[in-house]
């Protein structure tokens, strides 16, 4: 969804990857839609990093169509949509878009300016899951989403999720030689525990001049450790730690790879319902879009 006439906005980021992220989750948007009509449930959309609606990507070649803005205009309809947003000035830009594009739908928009993490503790613990079955978008630039976070969304066993895991960030941040001071805590924040730490280093096997001469800079309590995590290690880590707290997550996420072929996000989707037939369907409907899309 290209936009016709460039509109001016605050948003500029990403790259030839945006579009096909959007494509993706709009399709299962779609499909949830339809796949819920005739479910008592209400239906919530929350875009926890909701931006302005429009989108310049930042090699200024793409005008897209944001998220909120795609959600909005979907031809079936949720019956209320959370939109959050760190920045005053994209939050404004928001509002303005909705007023403005979508004055019908006004009342059942809430625009929240905030820290995705907290906003989204907030909403859900506004809203009764017993009634509603909600749809999460997770679309950050880097590691904003707090692993409690996640443990929250699928403690309410009635939200879906797409979560735009910051792949490269996390492959930067994990120290080459197992000294893991700098970046530990945001790691842990991240994905959770440190289980991290055993999982992509282990002890060197040759005897070098390293350990007969020890370097305090290559050393980590004692033992001269190796980095081993190459992507696709990374990648069946990151579903293998969703899998801990959600009870169904896709085997097939997609990744968003830039001009060099290196892995720059990972597109995960979970499934928090504990109900084998809902997760049988979302699965379906996900993985037929990330095979086919
Ligand atoms: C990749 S953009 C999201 C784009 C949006 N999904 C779209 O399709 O137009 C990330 C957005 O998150 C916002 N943001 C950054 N940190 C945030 C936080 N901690 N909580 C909420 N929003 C945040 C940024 O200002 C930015 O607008």
Redesign the pocket.
């Known amino acids: 969804m290209r936009m016709g006439k460039q509109m001016a906005t605050s ?1 500029k ?2 790259g030839h990857w945006t579009e096909e992220k ?1 494509n993706i989750f709009t399709s299962y948007l779609d499909a949830y839609l339809i796949a819920l009509q005739n479910q008592k449930f209400k239906k919530i959309y929350i ?7 429009e ?1 310049e990507t930042s090699d200024g070649e793409q005008h897209l169509v ?3 803005k795609r959600a909005l205009s979907a031809d079936m309809k949720f019956d209320h949509y959370y939109f ?4 005053d000035q ?1 939050a404004d830009e928001l509002r303005n878009m909705v007023n403005t594009e979508f004055p019908l739908l006004m009342r059942m928009v809430t625009i929240y300016c905030g ?2 993490n907290d906003k989204l503790a907030q909403i859900i613990n506004d809203v009764d899951w017993r009634y509603n079955r909600g749809l999460l ?1 997770l ?3 880097a590691t ?1 989403v707090n692993w409690t976070t996640l443990v929250d969304v699928s403690r309410t066993q009635s939200i879906d999720v797409w979560y735009l895991f910051p792949f490269s960030v996390l492959e930067r941040m994990l120290p080459k030689n197992g000294k893991y001071d700098r970046w530990e805590d945001c790691i842990d924040r991240l994905l959770g525990d440190s289980g991290w730490q055993t999982e992509f280093y282990r002890k060197d096997p040759q005897l070098t001049l390293f350990d007969i001469f020890p370097d305090e800079t290559t050393i980590n309590q004692g033992e001269r450790l190796v980095k081993d995590a190459n992507p696709e290690h990374v990648k069946d880590y990151i579903i293998s730690r969703l899998e801990t707290i959600f009870p169904c997550v896709s085997k097939h996420p997609r990744i968003f790879r830039n001009v060099k072929r290196s892995p720059m996000f990972l597109f995960c989707f979970a499934i928090s319902n504990k109900s084998s037939a809902a997760q049988n369907l979302a699965l379906k409907i996900a993985d037929y879009i990330l095979k086919n899309k």
């Open positions: 948003q980021f990403g959007l875009d926890a990093f909701a931006g302005t609606g989108i944001g998220s909120a959050i947003e760190a920045d994209k820290d995705a978008f679309d950050p630039y904003q």
